[in-house]
């Protein structure tokens, strides 16, 4: 908000002005969505009123045809992460992770959440190790384009690592289609 120009209070006017097509147009598309991506105020600092560090969640349906959630760990389980100390610098208020199953709109959708911000994106590939069906090509792909775009807002924090994920799950995505496509003519002349 602050490194975008923008005060709270002429954000929260935007929004309430915005908020009837929101709720007519916007909001409902999101139980047809595999994947969401919703941004909210921090639960690491009381009252906050700042709205500097946040806390993103992204929301993946299971089920879906090409589309593997990305999971902390190990898939499936509840999982909470404070991962500050020897291997990532965390100023305060730190940065907690959280992934579990959960419904959404009235499907199975696992749930990887980030509440807080990077203090070195260097560090991300620390956490990055620690998460699974990330769509990468190679190790460090996901800190190697957080790196390669630390100036763009939220490249510190949730917003940035979850879109710079669900880039990668879409070029998956995009591949595995394109291959299965390539397959079928195939598999129909051998029919």
């Given at each position: 908000m602050a490194e975008r120009g923008h005060s709270l209070e002429s954000i929260k006017a935007s929004i309430e002005a915005r908020k009837p097509d929101f709720d007519a147009y916007i909001d409902p598309q999101k139980q047809y969505?595999?994947?969401?991506?919703?941004?909210?105020?921090?639960?690491?600092?009381?009252?906050?009123?700042?709205?500097?560090?946040?806390?993103?969640?992204?929301?993946?349906k299971e089920g879906v045809e090409f589309f593997s959630p990305?999971?902390?760990?190990?898939?499936?389980?509840?999982?909470?992460?404070?991962?500050?100390?020897?291997?990532?610098?965390?100023?305060?208020?730190?940065i907690k992770f959280f992934y579990?199953?959960?419904?959404?709109f009235g499907h199975e959708v696992s749930v990887l959440e980030m509440d807080?911000?990077?203090?070195?994106?260097?560090?991300?590939?620390?956490?990055?190790?620690?998460?699974?069906?990330?769509?990468?090509?190679f190790y460090g792909e996901v800190t190697q384009q957080m790196l390669?775009?630390?100036?763009?807002?939220?490249?510190?924090?949730?917003?940035?690592?979850?879109?710079t994920i669900v880039g990668l799950k879409i070029r998956d995505l995009f591949e595995q289609l394109i291959a299965s496509k390539a397959k079928t003519p195939v598999e129909a002349t051998k029919a």
């Open positions: 969505a595999d994947a969401v991506i919703e941004v909210l105020p921090t639960q690491l600092i009381p009252d906050d009123n700042e709205g500097k560090v946040l806390r993103v969640r992204l929301i993946m990305v999971y902390l760990f190990d898939e499936g389980s509840t999982i909470s992460w404070i991962p500050c100390g020897r291997k990532l610098t965390c100023s305060y208020p730190g579990g199953p959960d419904a959404y807080g911000q990077f203090d070195r994106l260097d560090e991300l590939i620390y956490v990055e190790s620690h998460l699974s069906n990330i769509s990468t090509k390669k775009h630390s100036d763009f807002p939220g490249s510190n924090n949730g917003t940035g690592l979850f879109q």
